[in-house]
């Protein structure tokens, strides 16, 4: 039975590389791909959400970025059977998006983007898409997570306006630094916000803070220890719920953003 | 230049610095998964899935709450669209999708999910059969009467409050929950890594616990349950035992066995199951769907329709074929369907900002705790605040004494400030007293509301020295917390709506837990069965039972009697030659005016198969036998210990031929005679013990020759006992039993009646008492009571006298004898 499936599995996997090669829009689901073909310029934002892929979709440089807008939460395929994965819809156009096959066709070489950026929201759903995102990547590409090609896109988590200004900062160091450098009366009338969703800002704001090359700051997923990437993606995302409470329960002081 | 040339030098334009560019910054992705994941999860347990042990609620519903609070949707005003809330809720506190706010919304307004809605919603808020609510642009909400007092003193300080998501609001942390919401309305909810599934429970019930837990902080567990019987689910339904709800209040974990509340109905040919409630979370369509399936599949045979009524709360009516065992449907239903569920129960709740799993006691503690808190944080309040008013009073009071120079210091002042500083510095007034002063109208000068503030002045002062004294007694806040929870409870409880059922043996850990009553127990003639508490019958010194009442039904009357204790076995045995065992607990109990239960809801009796006899087996039992007769004259004796291994289930008693029917049961100590009559009208009269001593499947011997006739009866007869003999046209007499001479097992006996055409044959034979009545049923139904007393007693080879007038069709089809009906005796 077992066998069985997995070469069922398989033939779909090859079936799916084998599409991808004639390329067409329909195989790519809502991706929107960039103009040029130079894998070493193209990258692809994997964007959470239906709402931000508009804002992104307006606010790239269409040249060189793709996007493709995922809908809500993508299957955990360290949980799903192989042959269930394949015949997720997103986790197919991921698939023919990226062009290099998986398992044994797996082909590094034909990968159609330099770097692959999760641009996800700024909350906790945000931080488990990535997650799951990762998962995925870690599982069926490997390589790819490997030789660094995959990157966290660093959407503003504050926005502060006084007066007529909106200015987007980083994180809460970079929060603290622009406040410090405010007047005393316009600090003391400076309105925070926590940023919620990338769907909050307008298409220029999006490109300006997150997208553009210029002036964004893209966060490099390393591999470094193959064997502790292992065996944090089975604890955490695998079958057995002890083990994942447990580790919640060892590490709950460490939490760093608690969604209110 | 062709189209592909523009490109390559668009591109060019990235050249060779294209990386580069870039600032970079690194994470390994252990550390990147590890992180992500964390918030994440901790994000989903502290504020999303689990509730708050102080208010039960998961933060959604707080903000649907106090939004609605805030927005002023209160229970005396209008219902308002939903759509506004869902709005407010989403706008000011809870940036999430408005579907997820909505549905939170509509289960609490929902009567089969929430034990006491919060929510009070107006139109279509779907119904237990999955349909969901209309959208929200067409529901309307108000908040309902009981949330108030989830809110109640939180304008009093009593509990933290917190910027919003935009720090252009403030929301509570938590809510002031002046019941124990957490137990009373239970909540589920799946986080990462763990569970919650808190059950709901009866208001007055827990407000007792609470109480008892206040008077005797050292109370235990089994204690509790003295006030907490366990969950009240809103619809209803029947737990099984009660282990399950010990080890969960004991642990925080267990399970519990839910069954729906289902009675089986004769309807002329064929049985229905009627199910009035169902198990707490199932679907009716869900449960219709997988009868269906299952009768598709041949897992259950003998349903032939099914039908759901949701008008009067639930009534699903199951058609059954007319072959079929409706007890043998019913515990299929309950294994294969959700008609019968586990209900896991997990105590798992946020104490702070930590998940645990609590047992009852550390609830309520914690709870109470929490109570003192508000209460303490209230009495600060009220006392700062009279503290405050009582400053300005002593302002008040210095200015009227002083009024005429008041009066002329701010005549005489140029400006506001000026007249400010000089009635300070004049009377040594703060600042906050001046203001007051100069803020008093002209008509607060008179003498009378000189007098007024004087008043009011002492009535404040009491009251801040009973404020502080609360603050320095912690007795006085908990004698507080009762007497309010005390008036929630004379407010909003209600009766309990889900029965635990304390017999169901396999779900209890100790059968000693049942208390040992004597009861009484009947069985009617078309099969109804109860029990009755000692306290609804009387024993009489004539050996005989009070009945009045019981025998009201005319068309049913008590055929089967006796009296047990609830932990004696009790034996019934059919007219198929099966018998049954249960406990006398097992039989439902009843006031004495109600009819009782069908028997088939007990035991898995066939179509047409009746109880022919109910015996109980006390634990110190003086008779040592049984002795069966069947309607084609063979005796059976048997030990009863044969039958100390009998299950509810049934077994074969005695093995029947093709066409026979067992007739007759009785006990015997070994020394009896038996007398067994026949149709013909023949009676034989021998000694037991001519019967020899048989297994328990065995068919038995002949115990008379009916010739042409078959059985009618047999009894045990003794020296001066009186046999009563009526005949199908309605015939009857008594004669003395000693006019019927010895003879043998299996012989044709003596003749007991003169039978004739007039009189027909005889279709009963009774060892009669005066004390007795006798009921005469006809086969057109009729139902005739005579007192025995009346019939008269004559010797033996006569044709007895009419008993009673039948028309030419009509025949007597049984007889019965029966205690007298008390008419007299006052029984109240």
């Known amino acids: ?260 | 230049m062709n189209e592909n040339d523009k490109e390559n030098i668009e591109i060019d334009k990235y050249g060779g610095t294209f990386h580069e560019r870039d600032s970079l910054a690194e994470n390994d992705i252990v550390s990147e998964v590890k992180d992500s994941f964390l918030d994440y999860s901790m994000s989903v347990i502290t504020s999303r899935a689990i509730p708050d042990l102080r208010d039960g609620l998961k933060p959604v519903h707080r903000r649907i709450l106090w939004s609605m609070y805030e927005e002023g949707n209160m229970p005396d005003k209008p219902h308002k669209k939903s759509a506004t809330t869902v709005g407010y809720v989403m706008g000011h506190y809870h940036p999430h999708g408005d579907s997820s706010i909505y549905e939170a919304m509509v289960r609490l307004a929902q009567d089969f999910n929430q034990r006491y809605m919060l929510v009070d919603g107006h139109g279509n808020f779907g119904n237990i059969e999955g349909d969901g609510a209309a959208a929200y642009r067409y529901t309307e909400v108000r908040l309902a009467k009981i949330s108030l007092e989830l809110l109640r003193d939180i304008n009093k300080d009593t509990v933290d409050m917190d910027d919003n998501f935009d720090t252009t609001s403030k929301e509570p942390k938590v809510l002031p929950s002046r019941f124990p919401n957490i137990l009373v309305n239970g909540t589920m909810g799946i986080a990462v890594g763990m569970a919650t599934n808190i059950p709901p429970h009866n208001l007055g019930e827990v407000i007792d616990g609470c109480i008892a837990y206040i008077d005797n902080p050292d109370i235990d567990t089994l204690d509790l349950m003295e006030y907490i019987k366990g969950p009240d689910f809103p619809t209803g339904g029947i737990i099984l035992g009660n282990s399950g709800i010990r080890k969960a209040y004991e642990t925080g974990r267990g399970t519990i066995t839910i069954r729906s509340r289902a009675v089986i109905e004769e309807a002329g040919t064929h049985s229905n199951i009627v199910i009035t409630e169902v198990p707490y979370g199932a679907n009716t369509m869900d449960l219709k769907n997988k009868v269906a399936e299952l009768v598709r599949d041949k897992v259950i045979d003998g349903i032939s329709d099914y039908h759901t009524d949701l008008k009067h709360g639930v009534k699903i009516t199951i058609t059954l074929k007319r072959d079929a065992n409706p007890q043998v449907v019913l515990n299929n239903l309950y294994k294969h369907t959700n008609f019968q569920i586990q209900y896991g129960i997990i105590f798992l709740m946020l104490d702070g900002q930590t998940p645990k799993t609590l047992g009852l006691k550390d609830i309520i503690s914690k709870y109470i705790d929490y109570q003192k808190e508000i209460i303490i944080r209230r009495t600060r309040f009220d006392l700062n605040k009279d503290e405050k008013r009582v400053h300005i009073l002593e302002g008040y009071k210095i200015a009227q004494d002083n009024i005429d120079e008041v009066i002329k210091i701010i005549k005489n002042a140029e400006s506001d400030s000026e007249a400010k500083e000089k009635l300070m510095s004049r009377f040594s007034l703060t600042e906050i007293q001046t203001d007051a002063i100069l803020e008093l109208k002209l008509r607060r000068l008179t003498g009378l509301e000189r007098d007024k503030i004087e008043a009011e002045l002492n009535e404040l002062l009491k009251e801040i020295e009973e404020l502080k004294s609360i603050l320095a007694s912690n007795q006085k806040v908990l004698d507080i917390i009762k007497k309010e929870l005390l008036e929630i409870k004379n407010k909003y409880a209600d009766e309990r709506r889900t029965h635990i059922d304390m017999t169901a043996i396999d779900y209890i850990e100790d059968e000693s837990l049942i208390p040992v009553d004597s009861v009484m127990v009947t069985l009617t003639n078309k099969g109804y069965i109860k029990r009755l508490g000692v306290d609804n019958y009387k024993l009489q010194n004539k050996g005989g039972v009070g009945i009045k009442g019981m025998s009201t039904n005319e068309e049913d009357f008590v055929e089967h009697m006796l009296v047990a204790t609830t932990h004696d076995y009790l034996l019934f045995f059919s007219n198929k030659g099966k018998v049954y065992r249960i406990k006398g607990y097992e039989i439902p109990e009843f006031s004495r005016q109600a009819k009782g239960l069908p028997i088939i809801n007990i035991l898995p009796l066939e179509k047409d198969e009746k109880i022919s006899g109910m015996f109980v087996i006390s634990k110190n039992e003086e008779s040592k036998y049984l002795v069966f007769t069947t309607r084609n004259g063979l005796v059976k004796k048997c030990e009863i210990s044969e039958f100390a291994n009998i299950r509810k289930t049934g077994k074969i008693a005695i093995k029947l031929r093709e066409n026979d029917e067992l007739i007759s049961v009785m006990k015997t100590d070994g020394k009896q005679f038996i007398a067994v009559a026949s149709s013909n009208g023949r009676l034989v009269n021998f000694d037991e013990n001519e019967i020899r001593i048989m297994g328990r499947s065995a068919s038995g011997v002949k115990g008379i020759e009916l010739g042409d006739g078959i059985c009618i009866d047999a009894n045990v007869v003794s020296q001066g006992k009186e046999v009563l003999v009526v005949t199908e046209n309605g015939y009857g007499k008594r004669t003395s039993i000693d006019e019927y001479r010895i003879t043998h097992r299996g012989s044709k006996g003596v003749k007991t009646l003169n039978s004739t055409d007039k009189t027909g044959n005889i279709v009963a034979f009774k060892v009669v008492n005066n004390e007795e009545d006798l009921m005469i049923i006809t086969n057109s139904g009729i139902v005739i009571r005579i007192p025995i007393s009346q019939i008269s007693v004559m010797s033996r080879v006569t044709q007895g006298v009419r008993l009673i007038n039948l028309k030419d069709s009509q025949k007597v089809t049984s007889v019965f004898n029966i205690p007298k009906e008390e008419e007299s005796e006052n029984i109240e």
Not at chain 1, 60 to 89: C, F, H, Y
């Open chain 1, 1 to 260: 039975m077992l066998a069985c499936r997995a070469r069922n599995a398989a033939k779909k996997a090859r079936e799916i590389t084998r599409k991808s090669d004639l390329a067409t829009t329909n195989f790519f689901g809502k991706l929107s791909d960039c103009k040029s073909k130079d894998p070493k310029v193209s990258e692809i934002f994997i964007v959470e959400g239906d709402s931000a892929g508009g804002s992104a979709k307006k606010g790239r440089d269409a040249m060189t970025q793709a996007i493709l807008p995922l809908k809500g939460k993508i299957l955990n395929v360290e949980k799903a059977r192989l042959d269930k994965a394949l015949s997720n819809e997103e986790i197919r156009t991921i698939i023919t998006a990226f062009g290099t096959g998986i398992g044994e066709e797996f082909d590094l070489s034909k990968l159609r983007y330099d770097k692959i950026i999760i641009m996800t929201d700024a909350d906790v759903d945000g931080s488990h898409i990535r997650v799951l995102l990762l998962t995925l990547f870690y599982r069926f590409f490997k390589p790819i997570v490997e030789n660094g090609h995959v990157y966290a896109a660093q959407p503003p988590l504050y926005r502060i306006m006084h007066g007529k200004t909106r200015k987007y900062v980083l994180d809460d160091r970079e929060k603290d630094e622009y406040l410090a450098s405010l007047p005393e009366n316009v600090r003391a009338r400076a309105e925070i916000a926590r940023m919620k969703g990338l769907g909050e800002m307008d298409a220029d704001e999006l490109n300006e803070t997150t997208m553009d090359i210029e002036k964004r700051t893209l966060r490099r997923i390393n591999v470094s220890d193959c064997v502790a990437a292992d065996a944090i993606f089975e604890k955490l995302m695998g079958d057995e719920v002890e083990p994942r409470r447990k580790f919640i329960e060892e590490n709950a002081r460490y939490v760093k953003n608690l969604d209110v």
